[in-house]
């Protein structure tokens, strides 16, 4: 058999020793133990880059498709409702809606309300008459970015498909799923509970590409938002508000009149280029100045760095809150764009599309083709972004990164300190998640129950250090209750107690060079090669970042990192390395792992600054 070349680096064997020669001949065989200068070990030959930039059968380390169930809504204890059934329902309600509607609209009492209330409020006498050009514009592209935000939305969701209300994220305690119930395996994780969505609805569809999807997600938000933020400064400077504006207490019984009306079947005169109807009015205003900043501040209510800072409002207002209107705020679009479309289509197509698409007040067909062109647009992107996005996932992290970075490197300067909370907020189920160590190595020193475990902390440092457990230990202290935000959805809280890294730092003094901390892991991730996270220094000095070998006052498990995990509180769960092997100073990460700062961010598409 060839020898490899690092053959020659194993420490020799027995019989191939024998022939020493010189003095040492004479003594007596010096035992392999742990005197001598220590070695400090380059952990970065363990791990690996991706092999190709693209999404294939072999992504995320094979995991293979699997389909959730049909959204449910749990009442009460553990009943389960399937929403499926809104669709039957629906049609009956609205069958029952058109029936009463016609009974009641000959009756006096409500042929005189709607005498009085005909379904229009009046508009202050210097409202702009007609659509401006650039209104068309702003509602294209609004169209076009929705789209993918909300297909990426499902993505996100699909990712932990289950909501709550509460941080706990109890099993059995949400309030909608799209999963079976959470199985009785204790070391079931929240990835193994990533469902596939149905072809071409998700974005980018495959199961678990939430990297990817995030960056569509806050990508596309990030130009949405700036669409939206011109949307607002050109409707108050042109004094088109006025029509967006409800100003008078009876847009409520015109609107009232106008639902009449319509599920009478008997619709309403079309006055849209001048005056909506006031349902119209109000659904424009909801949709404009509540929804969609609701989507925001939801959005936002969702970052492990925003939540950390302002916990007295994540307190109440927390991840899981956040994450389940943020939710409610995508039906409510959904609904929104249904019935808008419905009605846009059948209210007089052609003069309602001349007045978006067109800017003009006309039964031409104009606004119809420019509109037609437009869906054009809408179809092509939608169908080529899965495929795209699998060809060249690295520019979508990249543009994505472009976009969203500087917000996120915004809020990478918070500091967590506020982030604390009590031994009552402790969560009675904390999740597992990522790939459990398989490796020889770890299974001897977990057999041993660590005793021959050692800490590696190296690189660019004064004073490289071997720590174990005992060493740990006899450090001073550090305990903190805090919260766990995974990039996938869940969220629990949980009492950490080790060594603050600030300890550690000031064991072994990093070099003015060293701007990045690299955590090596025992385990591989979920596609070969060592899991490894690289994090800025600044947050190293955080009071509430710490190494933690007990977890809620006991020994860390097995499941939750054993012996040693890192806590970071402004960042996602992903970074916080379990199964700590060596700490690494460097001056950046680009030469280490595939250079992306993380295995995630290296396999999965992740970024390195993800507070948000
Ligand atoms: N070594 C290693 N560390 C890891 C992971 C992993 O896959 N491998 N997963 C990360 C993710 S995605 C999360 S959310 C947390 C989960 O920690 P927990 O299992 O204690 O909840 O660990 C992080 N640390
Ligand atoms: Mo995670």
Redesign the pocket.
Known sequence: MARHPDDNLDPPSETSSVPAQGAHSQLPPVPATDEGPPTYKSFRSELTHKDDDVIDPEWAGSIPAQYGVAPRVRIGASKWFNLLWLIPIGFVVLVIGIAVAKGIRGLPGVAAFMAEYPGTSSLRADAPVGFPAWLGWQHFLNLFFMLFIIRSGWQILADHPRLYWTRHSTPGRGWFRMQKPVPTNPLYT?KEDSITLPAGVGLPGRRHTIGLARWWHLGIDTLWLLNGLIFYVLLFSTGQWLRLVPLHWDVIPNSISVVIQYLSLNWPVETGWTNYNSLQLIAYFLTVFIAAPLALITGLGMSPALSTKFRWISSIFSIQVARSLHFLVMCYFCLFIVIHVTLVLTTGALANLNHMYAAQESESWTGFWIFAASMVIVVVAWVAATPLTYRYPRKVQRVGYALIGPAQRLFEHIDSKPGQYTEKDISPY??????YPESQEYKDLRDGDFANYKLQVSGLVANPVHLDLMALRALPQHEQITQ?F??QGWSGVAKWGGVSLQTIMDLVKPAPAAKWVVFY?F?E?SDKGL?YDAQPIEQMHYELTMLAYDMNDQALSY???APL?LRNEVQL??K????IKGIEFVEDFSEVGGGQGGYNNDHEFFGYSQSI
Do not use: T
């Open positions: 929240a904390f999740w597992h998640n990522g790939k766990h995974c990039i892991s385990a991730g899991y499941g939750h990192g995990r769960g992903f916080m390395v379990k199964w």
